[in-house]
């Protein structure tokens, strides 16, 4: 899957902006549930849940790199931020031209199980607000 763990050509700054794939199974009636965002404590930062990084890559081609069907959402980075989570830039090379684009969420993995359940409620939360192409099934 991704690449290196650090992209050097790659910096996020605190006013950019994230797009997350959204697996039609986590989409019911216009409302996002839990598993978008599934936090494992065991998760390495290559398994932390992905991400596209906005400036550097336009929302047509990062969902051309989602599943048939899936949707796009947008968040600030200012969320994951808020909740004391990384956002780690990781060149994944099946993107091509746009491997830089892509990031990983990370920093959940030291947190207690109820945290980790209140950040993906957080991050889910967040996304919700802002859903670019609606998933189908």
Same mark, same amino acid.
């Given at each position: 899957?991704?690449?290196?763990?650090?992209?050097?050509?790659?910096?996020?700054?605190?006013?950019?902006?994230?797009?997350?794939?959204?697996?039609?199974?986590?989409?019911?009636?216009?409302?996002?549930?839990?598993?978008?965002?599934?936090?494992?404590?065991?998760?390495?930062?290559?398994?932390?849940?992905?991400?596209?990084?906005?400036?550097?890559?336009?929302?047509?081609?990062?969902?051309?790199?989602?599943?048939?069907? $899936? *949707? /796009?959402?947008?968040? =600030?980075?200012? !969320?994951?931020?808020?909740?004391?989570?990384?956002?780690?830039?990781?060149?994944?090379?099946? $993107? *091509? /031209?746009?491997?830089? =684009?892509?990031? !990983?969420?990370?920093?959940?993995?030291?947190?207690?199980?109820?945290?980790?359940?209140?950040?993906?409620?957080?991050?889910?939360? =967040?996304?919700?607000?802002?859903?670019?192409?609606?998933?189908?099934?």
């Amino acid at each position: 899957m991704a690449g290196e763990i650090a992209s050097p050509a790659v910096t996020v700054s605190s006013t950019d902006s994230l797009y997350r794939g959204i697996n039609p199974l986590f989409y019911d009636q216009g409302q996002l549930m839990s598993g978008v965002f599934f936090l494992k404590k065991k998760d390495t930062t290559e398994e932390g849940p992905s991400v596209g990084i906005t400036r550097l890559i336009p929302l047509t081609n990062f969902q051309s790199y989602m599943g048939a069907g $899936w *949707g /796009v959402g947008e968040l =600030a980075i200012s !969320v994951p931020h808020s909740l004391s989570l990384t956002v780690h830039p990781l060149s994944e090379p099946a $993107w *091509g /031209v746009h491997a830089d =684009a892509h990031a !990983v969420i990370t920093g959940y993995q030291t947190l207690t199980n109820t945290k980790r359940t209140d950040v993906a409620r957080a991050l889910r939360n =967040a996304l919700q607000k802002k859903i670019l192409v609606k998933p189908t099934k």
